[in-house]
């Protein structure tokens, strides 16, 4: 089993910048990849960013260039530094695991980021 708890979200205005954290258990942490996603109100769960085992990392257009994900092994942490928000980056912030044996998703139970305009 795997266990994934996030924290950092909050309240902050645009232009500013929070960092997210994500401590994963339960499993070995460095030969998972792991992603962020996020949910806005009313809106279906999309996918933020990701980052392989390896560190490969991918950030999705709507925030290239204002957020980065990355990795501490030694912690099992992957984190989501975001900066530069704007209103529209207001959700809940889930961490995200696949395990190809189990044939499952991991989630975390999700931190809400609001952005002020």
């Known amino acids: 089993q795997v266990q994934l708890v996030e924290s950092g979200g909050g309240l902050v205005q645009a232009g500013g910048s929070l960092r997210l954290s994500c401590v994963a258990s339960g499993s070995i942490f460095s030969s998972r990849d792991m992603a962020w996603y996020r949910q806005a109100p009313g809106k279906q769960r999309e996918l933020v960013a990701t980052i392989t085992s390896g560190g490969t990392s991918i950030v999705v257009e709507s925030v290239k260039g204002r957020f980065t994900i990355s990795r501490d092994n030694t912690k099992n942490t992957v984190y989501l530094q975001m900066n530069s928000l704007k209103p529209e980056d207001t959700g809940v912030y889930y961490c995200?695991?696949?395990?190809?044996?189990?044939?499952?998703?991991?989630w975390g139970q999700g931190t809400l980021v609001t952005v002020s305009s």
């Open positions: 995200n695991t696949y395990s190809l044996a189990r044939g499952r998703n991991y």
